[in-house]
DNA sequence: ACGCCCGCCTGTAAGC
DNA sequence: TGCTTACAGGCGGGCG
């Protein structure tokens, strides 16, 4: 479900509601979850660790603790995090539910049980998570230096759409976003690299800032399943702004063609046959 | 070394 | 109405 503006979107209310609280007890009741450590090493290692930051790599949460360790987080298609009170409702789904000192809880909601969550040494990070070892730049945490995005752009032979998802290319984009971007920049989804003019290049450069910085900006975007929602609930609103995805059938916004739905490798792929070239 | 395709799951919507 | 099928924000692995 979330690419790099909804996990970001997580990450900043994590930053502000998780930042420095202590966790006094973890419940594991799902039983796909924690799948790289027993439960007991990781609540063992959770209960009673200070959380003192929280990072984004790419679309995995990685909340530093004051013990050295790390507790890494991935959502995949289903994962949720959410604020919650004792007292509330436990929902279906519920799989990892850690309980604050201060009160207050953070759950982990996951229906299709793909996401998961683990505790590791700094040092052991990429290689328990071998895309984080080759992760690309972050187009959102770090300025893209242009000539460093031309020239890693024009040593992959990958087409457009495959490549902005690629992680070690840029770091956070999946399906929507990339949809979104080559909506924005005018190009289609199986042009390759190397047959790009310089200002196409420099429209995908822009595209992938603008779109992404957008997005974060409206809080990610929330499908009509509702899968994706931020730490206290709340759908985001960048699927409003959407040009290409989920808009099968509607006007393009810049030249009134229907867009299209395509598969491309198993993957939906929305855009205009007339202006994206 | 790469691209393609499946599997991992549950829930929902569309199709018959 | 009810059953069946297709499909969904991701990623790793196995194949040719």
Same mark, same amino acid.
Not at 16 to 31: F, Y
Not at 155 to 165: A, D, F, H, N, V
Not at 167 to 192: K, M, P, T
């Given at each position: 479900?979330?690419?790099?503006?909804?996990?970001?979107?997580?990450?900043?209310?994590?930053?502000?509601?998780?930042?420095?609280?202590?966790?006094?007890?973890?419940?594991?009741?799902?039983?796909?979850?924690?799948?790289?450590?027993?439960?007991?090493?990781?609540?063992?290692?959770?209960?009673?660790?200070?959380?003192?930051?929280?990072?984004?790599?790419?679309?995995?949460?990685?909340?530093?603790?004051?013990?050295?360790?790390?507790?890494?987080?991935?959502?995949?298609?289903?994962?949720?995090?959410?604020?919650?009170?004792?007292?509330?409702?436990?929902?279906?789904?519920?799989?990892?539910?850690?309980?604050?000192?201060?009160?207050?809880?953070?759950?982990? #909601?996951?229906?299709?049980?793909?996401?998961?969550?683990?505790?590791?040494?700094?040092?052991?990070?990429?290689?328990?998570?071998?895309?984080?070892?080759?992760?690309?730049?972050?187009?959102?945490?770090?300025?893209?230096?242009?000539?460093?995005?031309?020239?890693?752009?024009?040593?992959?032979?990958?087409?457009?759409?495959?490549?902005?998802?690629?992680?070690?290319?840029?770091?956070? /984009?999946?399906?929507?976003?990339?949809?979104?971007?080559?909506?924005?920049?005018?190009?289609?989804?199986?042009?390759?690299?190397?047959? /790009?003019?310089?200002?196409?290049?420099?429209?995908?450069?822009?595209?992938?800032?603008?779109?992404?910085?957008?997005?974060?900006?409206?809080?990610?975007?929330?499908?009509?399943?509702?899968?994706?929602?931020?730490?206290?609930?709340?759908?985001?609103?960048?699927? /409003?702004?959407?040009?290409?995805?989920?808009?099968?059938?509607?006007? +393009?916004?810049? +030249?009134?063609?229907?867009?299209?739905?395509?598969? #491309?490798?198993?993957?939906?792929?929305?855009?205009?046959?007339? +202006?994206?070239?």
């Amino acid at each position: 479900m979330p690419e790099l503006p909804e996990v970001e979107t997580i990450r900043r209310g994590l930053e502000r509601e998780v930042v420095g609280k202590r966790i006094k007890t973890v419940q594991v009741t799902g039983t796909r979850t924690i799948r790289r450590q027993t439960k007991k090493v990781f609540i063992t290692k959770l209960e009673g660790a200070k959380v003192t930051h929280v990072e984004r790599r790419g679309k995995y949460l990685v909340l530093k603790l004051d013990t050295g360790e790390l507790l890494v987080i991935h959502l995949r298609m289903s994962g949720q995090l959410l604020r919650a009170q004792a007292k509330d409702a436990v929902v279906k789904h519920t799989h990892v539910v850690f309980t604050f000192t201060q009160g207050g809880q953070l759950r982990f #909601v996951d229906p299709r049980t793909f996401g998961e969550l683990f505790v590791t040494a700094p040092d052991e990070l990429t290689k328990e998570i071998t895309e984080l070892a080759d992760l690309g730049m972050d187009p959102v945490d770090e300025p893209i230096s242009w000539v460093k995005f031309r020239e890693k752009l024009l040593s992959r032979t990958t087409k457009l759409k495959p490549l902005l998802m690629d992680q070690s290319f840029l770091a956070g /984009l999946g399906n929507i976003y990339s949809d979104e971007i080559l909506w924005e920049a005018g190009l289609r989804h199986d042009r390759v690299p190397q047959t /790009l003019s310089t200002m196409e290049i420099r429209r995908l450069y822009r595209a992938i800032v603008e779109v992404l910085h957008e997005a974060v900006k409206h809080r990610g975007s929330t499908l009509a399943d509702e899968g994706y929602v931020d730490l206290h609930g709340r759908p985001g609103e960048f699927q /409003l702004l959407h040009q290409a995805y989920d808009r099968e059938g509607q006007a +393009c916004r810049r +030249c009134r063609t229907q867009i299209v739905r395509e598969k #491309v490798g198993q993957r939906s792929t929305f855009y205009c046959p007339n +202006c994206q070239i």
